[in-house]
Every structure is written in structure tokens, then in C-alpha cells.
């Protein structure tokens, strides 16, 4: 599987952007980039995805390097509801009848201040 | 939300008893997978289910066993607990094999004395 490498931990103030870091040096052609978040005491939860072109959603943005060898999402206002850990995931078409497997890392541990 | 449950939410069992994990979904999703959690580690996917009675391994699935008799129910099932099994457990669903989201439960905390 092609690894992901984030950085540990970040801080933002309340309503300023945050852009989260991910480098992905040997990710394939066909490896979609996601990212999902972990609020605490709960599951994992999609944030966004994308392959080529920058993405943009209610939650978030995403660019992605022309090379495709970094990415970062890209929260516009942050608010104390988005601390939480982000995981920068490489999802490669794996398993029996197209299922799928997400490998998760350590993930940034994203914190807001007030 | 995901209609996606998960039972017990919290356990505290033995070593060598058995103990099951209950996935229940009201979606309707083909794929359903179990993952756990453990510092360091973050998550690893231990089985997963592409249909009725369909499962596979995944990459942690040593002392573990699911069963899928229906769509809606995936069962993880530790014959033996042991301490290393000690762990939060997630569920996840995923409507098509290119879904972009997985769908996951509030989790399971086991412990295992």
C-alpha cells in the first residue's frame, strides 16, 4: 500500500483557514486521495476526495499537487467543531467484488482555539 | 447519518471467553467491513463482508471470525479473547465498490482482562 505522511499535530484559531499538509510520494495512478476525520469518541467520517483536480465540497477543499505527490485540505473557517483528527488516505481498489480497503495512519491531530 | 449501529458499545470480558460483536445497518449497503483501533496504529481492517454469506480476510484477521447470514447484520466473533484483542472496534458500510465514503459506527470498546 502506498503510504501517506502527515504531520502530527496542528493548531488554528476559531474562524481562520487551516490547511492540512499530506505527502504521498509514491502513490499510484489509479490511487484516489481521501481524507476523513475522527471527532472524539467517534467513527471515522468522509471529508472529501479527489484524484486529479482540486475539489471543493461543503466541509472542505482539496488541492492537489500537479505531480500528485502531496495534497492538502483546506478548511476555509475553522470552528471548534472541526478539531478532530484528519487522516490522509490512499484508497486503491483492493479486496474481492470491488471492495474496499482505506489504510489509516497516525493522522493530524488538528486543534481550534477560541 | 448512516443508520449504522453497533452492539455492545462497551464490554469488559475475560481472557479466553468468547465474545461477538454485533454491525447493524438499515442502509441497505452491499460492503461491510470491521476495523479496530489502537493507539499507534490507527485504524486496521481485521474482515470484510461484499455480500450475503461473502467475506474475506483483511490484514489483522488472526483470532478473529465474521458471519453475514443478512444484509443488514455483520458479525465479528473473538473465539478467545485475549489481552492483545483489547481495542475499539468500528464497523463500516459502503454502498458500491466505487463508493467514495464509507460509513462508519460509533465503535465498540473492548477490553479484555
Known amino acids: 500500500d502506498a503510504k501517506t505522511t502527515q504531520p502530527n499535530s496542528m493548531e488554528s484559531n476559531e474562524e481562520e483557514p487551516v490547511h492540512l499538509p499530506c505527502n504521498h510520494s509514491?502513490?499510484?495512478?489509479?490511487?484516489?486521495i481521501h481524507w476523513y476525520r475522527q471527532l472524539p469518541s467517534q467513527g471515522p467520517e468522509y471529508v472529501i476526495h479527489g484524484l486529479t483536480s482540486n475539489v471543493n465540497n461543503r466541509m472542505a477543499s482539496l488541492a492537489i499537487a500537479e505531480d500528485r505527490k502531496s495534497s492538502t485540505l483546506i478548511l476555509h473557517r475553522a470552528t471548534l467543531r472541526d478539531a478532530a483528527v484528519y487522516y490522509c488516505?490512499?484508497?486503491?481498489?483492493?479486496?474481492?467484488?470491488?471492495?474496499?480497503?482505506?489504510?489509516f495512519g497516525q493522522g493530524t491531530r488538528l486543534t481550534i482555539n477560541p | 447519518d448512516a443508520g449504522i449501529t453497533q452492539s455492545p458499545r462497551h464490554k469488559v470480558t475475560e481472557t479466553g471467553t468468547p465474545v461477538t460483536l454485533r454491525c447493524h445497518q438499515t442502509e441497505n449497503h452491499r460492503y461491510m467491513y470491521w476495523y479496530r483501533q489502537d493507539p499507534g496504529h490507527g485504524l486496521r481492517l481485521i474482515h470484510y463482508?461484499?455480500?450475503?454469506?461473502?467475506?474475506d480476510k483483511g490484514e489483522v484477521s488472526d483470532g478473529y471470525s465474521v458471519s453475514r447470514s443478512k444484509t443488514e447484520d455483520f458479525l465479528l466473533t473473538l473465539e478467545s479473547a485475549t489481552s492483545s484483542q483489547t481495542s475499539v472496534y468500528f464497523c463500516?458500510?459502503?454502498?458500491?465498490?466505487?463508493?467514495?465514503?464509507?460509513?462508519f459506527g460509533p465503535g465498540t470498546r473492548l477490553t479484555v482482562t
Open positions: 463482508s461484499y455480500g450475503v454469506k461473502d467475506t
Open positions: 488516505i490512499l484508497r486503491a481498489n483492493l479486496l474481492i467484488q470491488g471492495a474496499q480497503k482505506l489504510v
Open positions: 463500516a458500510i459502503s454502498e458500491t465498490g466505487q463508493s467514495y465514503e464509507q460509513y
Open positions: 509514491t502513490i499510484s495512478g489509479t490511487d484516489y
